[in-house]
């Protein structure tokens, strides 16, 4: 994992290292680099194209939804640099823009008015003519070699958008940065977030846990932990047998992988009783529903996926919108990477749970794993 300075301001040099080193991309990486840089600018567009359409509708942060959107755009831009073998100094340099040690002109601050207009950028100008350039010039980078001159012409129009929004490149790149090492750095178990470490044994998700889930006559799953009961009997309450009554499975993967699950707290009521505050907000009423939200939401995407069987990763528009659902409560400071391996880890077990209608799922928090194990000769 690479170090993050704790400087507030993200060095270009810093950033390029982050992009570059999670990027997968290997097979026809530049040509895959460009086709993905055309759709986020595309996404750029579809932005001010609602916030037109819809004023005050689409998102009650507008701002950060165009930073986050630029972010996307300078990773494709950063690793098509990089591809190229080329400097994204030269590229800054040619607009000289280059100020002492890395910190740009856009980087640390909001430049005032005048000073863009010295450096040709119109503070003023018309937004969606300005997007407009920037789709064109995109266009030639996916049409022809990328070359110095012609990146810097495309990231020339992007600060001219930039500078009329207010929006620095440091915040671009900042907030970039986040977002991407959230997906893909795996950082060590030991500087994951854990949310109950501080209470006693009966108000603490257990280190390790096993539930016996066992499928009857009837069509209902039963559950058992430590030979008693938990739960209610459950069936799939659909027309289609697709396995949800198993459900509680993902439940039990959030708590061990995420060591979160407002649901499995309270099956097992090892709710945080201790703390008012924590025992409503992220043990009560609504956080269940939270959770089960996210549990059913996945459900939904992975059943036209045939349940992830033979995927090695999740999509990141899924894993954003969930920590969108999420956000508020103490679950949205796991990085998406970490749910990404809760909702793998899960569906692999459910698969096999769905399949022989019972077994006994091992929950093991230090490790944060979830395994199946069958139940011979019951």
Known sequence: MIEKKASTIMLISDYQAVAVSTSKISENRLDVLRIGLFGEVGSLMATYKKLKREPGVISPDRRHEKIEELGDIFWYLINIVDACDLKFHSLISELELLLDKEVYLLAGYKPTAPLLRAYGLDVNGDKFETLKVIGEKCSKILTETPSTSLLTDFLFSLLQLMASEGISLNEVLVMNEKKISSRYSNS??????????????????????????????????????????????????????????????????????????????????????????????????????????????????????????????????????????????????????????????????????????????????????????????E
Not at 321 to 329: A, D, L, N, P
Request: with cysteine; charged share 30%.
């Open 188 to 377: 060590s178990i030991k500087d994951l977030p854990t949310f109950d470490q501080a209470f006693s044994d009966d108000e603490r998700i257990p280190e390790v846990f096993e539930i016996v889930i066992k499928e009857r006559g009837d069509g209902r799953t039963y559950m058992r932990m430590n030979n008693v009961v938990i739960g209610d009997p459950l069936s799939d309450n659909n027309k289609e047998d697709d396995g949800y009554r198993f459900h509680d499975v993902f439940h039990f993967s959030y708590a061990a992988i995420l060591h979160w699950s407002p649901t499995f707290r309270s099956l097992i009521k090892h709710k945080r009783k201790s703390k008012k505050e924590i025992d409503e907000a992220e043990d009560g009423g609504r956080a269940g529903v939270i959770d089960e939200g996210v549990a059913a939401f996945v459900f939904s995407h992975a059943k036209l996926v045939n349940f992830f069987e033979g995927h090695d990763s999740v999509s990141t528009d899924l894993l954003k919108s969930i920590h969108r659902f999420v956000s508020g409560y103490e679950v949205a400071e796991c990085p998406l990477w970490l749910w990404e391996r809760a909702i793998l880890d899960g569906f692999a077990v459910f698969r096999q749970l769905r399949s022989a209608r019972q077994g006994c799922i091992i929950g093991n928090r230090k490790n944060r794993t979830i395994e199946y194990r069958a139940l011979g000769g």
